[in-house]
């Protein structure tokens, strides 16, 4: 009977994963390739491709790779999804991907629009942040990004990350320790990681992807790969949805 009730929840997962390779193959966005076919790729559009591992496995679709720039208005640049810390519906259909900074004044008013969006689309929006901080005209942008990968530590990144946002005019590290108290993150592993710079990799490795993207400034955001420059009104990032929820 064991051996039965193993067979039958096998083919189950064979189903599912059947399924899904369909739907993803429909949308064109495989999660692999087969090696001749990458290879033919590479050769054709002259691309690096970089491959990324999701190790939570959220995303069913994304961008994963990167395009050559182009001077179409409409082109779409696909960006890594990497393992950056996301809000909204991971099933939807519109992906936004943000490079910002918590000391960028125009940062803050864009992430208010951002709250805002994502209220409007609830079921169909996934939002993921990406650390970009300008370290040449703010000198505590980096430290507030290290601390806010500390607060995802303790499983409590938004909360951390809309708070540097309401005081992003008090940053320097004394404040973001009293930051994680005030919100009941252990103190102790709060402090270690964020003296010991424990996810400067993490904020490294944004940086470098969104540079590769395009990214020179903040706010950036990419709507299922099209860009966005800038604090823009509420209006643009609606336009832009609607036509790709049609």
């Not at 864009?110 to 942040?129: C, G, P």
């Amino acid at each position: 009977m064991k051996t039965a009730k193993k067979e039958s929840v096998s083919k189950e997962e064979g189903k599912k994963e059947t399924s899904k390779a369909k739907l993803l193959s429909a949308k064109g966005e495989p999660l692999s390739k087969p090696k001749s076919e990458g290879k033919e790729n590479l050769v054709a559009i002259g691309v690096f491709v970089l491959l990324i591992l999701i190790g939570i496995g959220i995303f069913t679709k994304g961008f994963d790779l990167f395009e050559k720039g182009t001077n179409d208005a409409n082109a779409r640049i696909r960006v890594p999804l990497g393992n950056d810390p996301y809000t909204g519906n991971p099933n939807g259909s519109i992906l936004i991907i943000a490079f910002s900074e918590y000391e960028c004044p125009f940062c803050k008013e864009a992430e208010k629009t951002m709250k805002k969006i994502r209220e409007m689309y609830s079921d169909e929006v996934v939002y993921l942040f990406k650390d970009f901080p300008l370290t040449r005209i703010h000198a505590n942008a980096y430290n507030a990004a290290l601390a806010a990968e500390c607060a995802k530590e303790q499983d409590m990144y938004w909360e951390y990350h809309d708070f540097l946002y309401e005081h992003n005019d008090q940053l320097e590290k004394q404040y973001l320790k009293e930051y994680a108290n005030l919100l009941g993150l252990d103190t102790g592993k709060f402090d270690e990681c964020l003296d010991t710079e424990k996810y400067k990799h993490e904020v490294d490795k944004d940086i470098e992807t969104g540079r590769m993207a395009g990214v020179t400034g903040t706010p950036v955001f990419f709507i299922n790969g099209i860009k966005i420059i800038g604090a823009k009104p509420e209006q643009e990032f609606v336009k832009i949805i609607s036509q790709e929820l049609k």
